[in-house]
C-alpha cells in the first residue's frame, strides 16, 4: 500500500537549512510538497516512518552514501545543447579569436561549473576542437567539468545522447563528432570525451583547490538556487581563480549586481576579469 510520509515544518526546517548550510541551495517553503516527494522511495526503501528518522541516518551515516543520495535526489539538473546558444556564438566568435594568440604555453584552462549531464563542456569541446583545426594537436584544452550530483557526471562520462537530444546541433558536428550506438542513441567519439575532466565538486568549499587560474568559467543556471549572500561570495571566488581577461558566463535568468563584482559587465550573462 502506498502511503505518503507527511514532512512537518519543523523537519522541512531542519533538513533545508542542513542543505543550505553545506550547498547553498535554499530550498523555500513552497517546494515542501517537491522534496517530499524526490524523497519518498529513499524513506520507503529504508522503512523510516519520519523526514526525523531520515535526517539523522544522514548525520550517522559515514559512507558518504546518505549525503550523495539526497544531493542527486534534490538538485535539478535539466540542460541541453546549446542551451542559451548566442553564449557559445559568443565564445566561439569573440573569446577564441582574444585568447588563442594571448594564452601562454598553449595551455587554455576552462571551467564548467554545474556541468550537469555533460552537454556544456561537450559543446565547447567541440568549439575548440573545430577553431583550432590541425592546431588542436600542440594545445592542451582540457576542460574541466564539476557538479555536486554523481548521477548526473556519471552520465555524462558516457558522452551517449539520443537522436532527438543533439537535434540542435550542427549537422557537421554530427557527423563528425558522434557515432551511432543503435537506433536511439549516439555517443561522443573519444577525441571529443577525453578532452573533458569530470569531478565531483561542491561550489561551497571554503576554497577551491585548483592551482593554475582559469581563462574562461561557466557557471550558467547554478546561481539562481543561491540567495544574495552565497552568490556574491561564490562570483568573489571566481575572479578569484581567473587570469586577468579571462570571461565569466552565467545563465540569462541570473544576474550580477555591479556595486558586488570586480568583474566588468561585457553582455547580459558575460563578465570579464578586467
Known sequence: MWVVIAITEQEFKQLTEYIYANYGIRLKKEKQSLVTARLYNVLAQKNFKSFSQYYNYIMEDQSGEAITTLVNKITTNHTFFMREAQHFHYFRDKVLPYLI?????????????????????????????????????????????????????????????????????????????????????????????????YRKFNLMEDVFPFKKKFHVVFCRNVMIYFDHKTKVELVNKFYDKMEFGGYLFIGHAESIHRADTRFKYIMPAVYRKV
Open 101 to 197: 594568440p594571448t594564452v601562454k604555453d598553449k595551455d587554455l584552462r576552462i571551467w564548467s561549473a554545474g556541468c550537469s549531464s555533460g552537454e556544456e563542456p561537450y559543446t565547447l569541446a567541440m568549439i575548440i576542437d573545430e577553431h583550432l583545426g590541425k592546431e588542436k594537436r600542440s594545445w592542451d584544452t582540457k576542460i574541466l567539468a564539476t557538479d555536486i550530483s554523481s548521477r548526473v557526471l556519471d552520465r555524462a562520462k558516457g558522452g551517449i545522447y539520443s537522436s532527438e537530444e543533439i537535434a540542435s546541433l550542427p549537422s557537421s558536428w554530427k557527423n563528425t563528432y558522434f557515432k551511432k550506438q543503435d537506433k536511439e542513441k549516439t555517443v561522443l567519439i573519444d577525441k571529443i570525451k577525453s578532452e573533458v575532466i
